[in-house]
């Protein structure tokens, strides 16, 4: 895996981002920040959090599943999972850019704690804000779980083998 290229000035630069989340599931929101992160770097690794003290709807395996049956289109795109600080899981990876979305300025306040965090842990870590698409600012995981719990429509929200997947869950 290439974590440097060459620019056609002969300018070298660090193309691998990482973009970590929780992903309990994946919703268009998150697609949409992946397909567009994907066209700014030459790889971009999905990095799910194993958090042992939330209790998730889906597992680590699950999630990790679903991310890589809606990413199978992008070539540039792998999916990962890690257990503990994100900045050791960027250094095993060489990684020194993570990705993150923004829905409103609700999400500002936490991001940047998390972002000077991340860069006072190691100040080679760069952390990149993306404009969550308008269409999906109000949308979140929870918000997709509570909606299905409840046998609600989340066809526009989530990607189709996500829906299927919360069916399935919520039948279960
Ligand atoms: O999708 P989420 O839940 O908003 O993602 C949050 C996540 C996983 C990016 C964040 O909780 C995280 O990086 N956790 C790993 C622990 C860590 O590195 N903490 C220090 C930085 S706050």
Redesign the pocket.
């Known amino acids: 895996m290439a974590s440097s290229s060459t620019s056609p000035l002969g300018l070298t630069g660090r193309r691998v981002a990482v973009y ?4 309990d599931p994946v919703t268009c929101g998150h697609l949409d920040i992946i397909r567009r992160a994907a066209k700014q770097f030459d790889h971009l690794i999905v990095a799910v ?1 194993n ?1 042992t003290s939330k209790k998730p709807l889906f597992s680590v395996e699950e999630r990790k599943e679903l991310l890589a049956d809606v990413t199978k289109d992008l070539p540039n795109v792998t999916i990962d999972s ?1 257990r ?4 050791h899981f960027m250094k095993s990876r060489e990684a020194h850019v993570i990705v ?1 979305g923004i829905r409103s300025v609700t999400d500002f306040e936490y991001e940047i ?2 972002a000077s ?2 860069h006072q ?1 190691d100040d080679d870590i760069e952390t990149i804000f993306m404009m969550t698409n308008p269409k999906y600012s109000y949308l979140s995981s929870s918000i997709v779980k509570e909606i299905a719990m409840f046998h609600g429509n989340v066809q526009d929200l989530v990607p189709p083998e996500v829906q299927a997947a919360l069916i399935a869950k919520f039948s279960e």
């Open positions: 970590p989340g929780s992903f959090l958090n890690f503990d600080l994100l900045v993150r704690q998390m965090t991340n842990l």
